[in-house]
C-alpha cells in the first residue's frame, strides 16, 4: 500500500491551524471491526519518530488535544491546532492493514 | 515506561554485514512483537522485520534475503543482521516495539536510533 502525504512541507503562523493530508492507495478501513488502520507520527531532528495517533483519530497518551486525526477509507487528515513553537517537525503517515506497514514520504512542518 | 537502548557498528563497507542490538528494560519481552524500523533520504521510512519472544519472524518482502532478526530472551534483547550491505543500506536504524494485538507493526515505543553509514 502506497502512501502519499500532502504537502511535501508547509510553514504556518505560531498559533495557528496546519493540516496534513494522507492518501493511501488501498483501502484501509477493516470493515469487520469499523477501523481504520492508519496512524501519525512526528519526528524532531535527531529524535525517534514519536506515535501521535492510531486508527485514524485515537490519539496516544500524552498527546497534547491540539493534535486530532480524521478521515476513513483511503482519504486522511492530520489537523494541529493553535501551533506552538514545539510542534516544528516532520510527520507521517503509516497504515497497518496491510503487511508490511509502509509510510508516507513525510510532511516537513514549519513554525512561523 | 518501556526503554530500548540500541548499539552496533556505524561504519561499514559494502558487502560486509551488518549486526545491531536492541535492549529492552522496565518492561518484558513477551506479549510483544520486536521491530526493526530505518530512515534513509532517499527511501524514508522502512519498516525491516519483526520477531516475538517466541522467535516467530516477519520480514519485509524486499530485504528478507539479507536479513535476520533474532531474539535472546534470556538478555532482554534483539538484534539485527544483514549481509551484503551496500550504499543503499545507509541509514538510521531505529528497534521498536510494536502495540500488541494488531497483527501489522504500529510501533509505540522507538530506540534512539543509530547511523549506519556504508562506505568504501
Excluded at chain 1, 477509507?73 to 516532520?90: K, M, R
Aim: charged share 10%; net charge positive.
Amino acid at each position: 500500500i502506497v502512501l502519499t502525504q500532502s504537502p511535501d512541507s508547509l510553514a504556518v503562523s505560531l498559533g495557528e491551524r496546519a493540516t496534513i493530508h494522507c492518501k493511501s492507495s488501498q483501502n484501509v478501513l477493516y470493515s469487520s471491526n469499523n477501523k481504520n488502520y492508519l496512524a501519525w507520527y512526528q519526528r524532531k531532528p535527531g529524535q525517534p519518530p514519536r506515535l501521535l495517533i492510531y486508527w485514524a483519530s485515537t490519539r496516544e497518551s500524552g498527546v497534547p488535544d491540539r493534535f486530532s486525526g480524521s478521515g476513513s477509507v483511503t482519504n486522511f487528515t492530520l489537523t494541529i491546532s493553535s501551533l506552538q513553537a514545539e510542534d516544528g517537525a516532520v510527520y507521517y503517515c503509516q497504515q497497518y492493514y496491510y503487511p508490511p506497514p509502509t509510510f508516507g514520504q513525510g510532511t516537513r512542518l514549519e513554525i512561523k | 515506561q518501556v526503554q530500548l537502548q540500541q548499539w552496533g557498528a556505524g561504519l561499514l563497507q559494502p558487502s560486509e554485514t551488518l549486526s545491531l542490538t536492541c535492549a529492552v528494560s522496565g518492561g518484558s519481552l513477551s506479549g510483544y512483537y520486536w521491530n526493526w524500523i530505518r530512515q534513509s533520504p532517499g527511501k524514508g521510512l522502512e519498516w525491516i522485520g519483526e520477531i516475538n519472544n517466541s522467535g516467530s519472524t516477519n520480514y519485509s518482502p524486499s530485504l528478507m534475503s539479507r536479513v535476520t532478526v533474532s531474539i535472546d530472551a534470556s538478555k532482554n534483547r534483539f538484534s539485527l543482521t544483514m549481509i551484503s550491505v551496500t550504499a543503499a543500506d545507509t541509514a538510521v536504524y531505529y528497534c521498536g516495539r510494536a502495540m500488541p494485538g494488531i497483527a501489522v507493526p504500529l510501533i509505540d515505543s522507538w530506540g534512539q536510533g543509530i547511523q549506519v553509514t556504508v562506505s568504501s
